[in-house]
């Protein structure tokens, strides 16, 4: 096997919204290990040498996330496409967002979509 220096496994969850709470030390990672192991065919458990989970208070303590979500809000109809939260800020005049929270959605191509869609926003203002 080839020598890896890092590795990141995300294994992602629905935000901390409402009475939902999930306790650190229930994240079973020896299954997630486990897991990768059957998939790459390699066995990678003993090469570990540091551990960290970062969590969703992490990311919220960390990165100030909504709930807790590295995904941005929840997979409700609500909150879907056009439902999302529009780019122009409805209280100060010439605020812009944009990312995973804001229209289309999530992912690194969603998130160059919106980026594309507040450059138009802004172009079309400006005109």
């Not at 807790?68 to 997979?75: R, V």
């Not at 609500?78 to 209280?91: D, G, L, N, V």
């Not at 990312?99 to 005109?127: D, E, R, W």
């Amino acid at each position: 096997m080839k020598e890896i220096t890092e590795i990141k496994i995300m294994c992602t969850k629905c935000n901390t919204y409402g009475t939902f709470t999930f306790p650190i030390e229930k994240i079973d990672t020896k299954k997630i290990i486990t897991l990768i192991e059957k998939t790459i065919g390699e066995e990678i458990m003993d090469s570990i040498k540091v551990k960290r989970i970062f969590a969703h208070n992490d990311f919220s303590s960390h990165y100030n996330t909504f709930k807790g979500t590295a995904l941005g809000l929840a997979h409700t109809l609500s909150q879907t496409a056009i439902y999302r939260p529009q780019h122009e800020s409805k209280k100060i005049k010439n605020l812009y967002y944009t990312g995973h929270y804001n229209h289309p959605g999530i992912g690194v191509p969603m998130v160059i979509i919106s980026s594309q869609i507040l450059t138009n926003i802004i172009n079309n203002s400006n005109s």
